[in-house]
């Protein structure tokens, strides 16, 4: 099993919309609902921004959401703020559980 | 509000076994509800699924590690704990306990704050 593959960076100014992929295989992300999404700021353990494709947990701003189409999730963030800027993990069930490479997510 | 806590050697000499517990406080190890597994971060890369257990103690592993890897449970202390055999350099990695729903949500929703451990002689 491969890891999930997504952009090394992305970047947007404030106030602006940003999408992070993730890409997978009809194994992995296009097989089941249970994509989730971390964010994790320098030194700190990740948190979860978004479970099972598009749920957010309680106290995550709606500006982050999330979304699947075939074997591709994605998390937008919706009004960029500078205390988005931090790296962005997906994972995915697929019998075991697989990460991304992580998105370095900059505010410009 | 629970809480979750690694403990165990930051340095660990290559070819021993790495030990690691986390202890959960604030809630049951015991509920039904929500896996308890073993994640770690190699310095500047990115995160890897290393293992997870029930409180019954059914075990689920990363196939890349699964040889190397147990993971057990004790309920009566609140504990799970990682053994990582024949350690290598490439083992060198922030080491985070967290948990898993076995339901909603399906995913690591509580993370400890991570516990460094390098292999070096």
């Known amino acids: 099993q491969s890891a999930l593959t997504q952009p090394p960076s992305a970047s947007g100014s404030p106030g602006q919309s940003v999408t992070i992929s993730c890409t997978g295989t009809?194994?992995?992300?296009?097989?089941?609902?249970?994509v989730s999404w971390y964010q994790q700021h320098p030194g700190k353990a990740p948190k979860l921004m978004i479970y099972e494709v598009s749920k957010r947990p309680s106290g995550v701003p709606d500006r982050f959401s999330g979304s699947k189409s075939g074997n591709t999730a994605s998390l937008t963030v919706s009004g960029l703020q500078a205390e988005d800027e931090a790296d962005y993990y997906c994972?995915?069930?697929?019998?075991?559980?697989?990460f991304g490479g992580g998105t370095k997510l900059t505010v410009l | 509000q629970l809480q979750l806590q690694e403990s165990g050697p930051g340095l660990v000499k290559p070819s021993e076994t790495l030990s690691l517990t986390c202890t959960v406080s604030g809630g049951s190890i015991s509920s039904s509800s929500y896996y308890w597994g073993w994640i770690r971060q190699p310095p500047g890369k990115g995160l890897e699924w290393i293992g997870s257990?029930?409180?019954?103690?059914?075990?689920y592993y990363n196939p890349s590690l699964k040889s190397r890897v147990t993971i057990s449970v004790d309920t009566s202390k609140n504990q799970f704990s990682l053994k990582l055999s024949s350690v290598t350099a490439a083992d060198t990695a922030v080491y985070y306990c967290?948990?898993?729903?076995?339901?909603?949500?399906?995913?690591?929703?509580?993370w400890g704050q991570g516990t460094m451990v390098t292999v070096s002689s």
């Open positions: 257990i029930y409180y019954s103690g059914s075990t």
């Open positions: 994972s995915s069930y697929a019998g075991s559980t697989l």
């Open positions: 009809s194994s992995d992300v296009g097989g089941y609902n249970y």
């Open positions: 967290a948990r898993r729903g076995v339901g909603a949500p399906y995913a690591f929703d509580i």
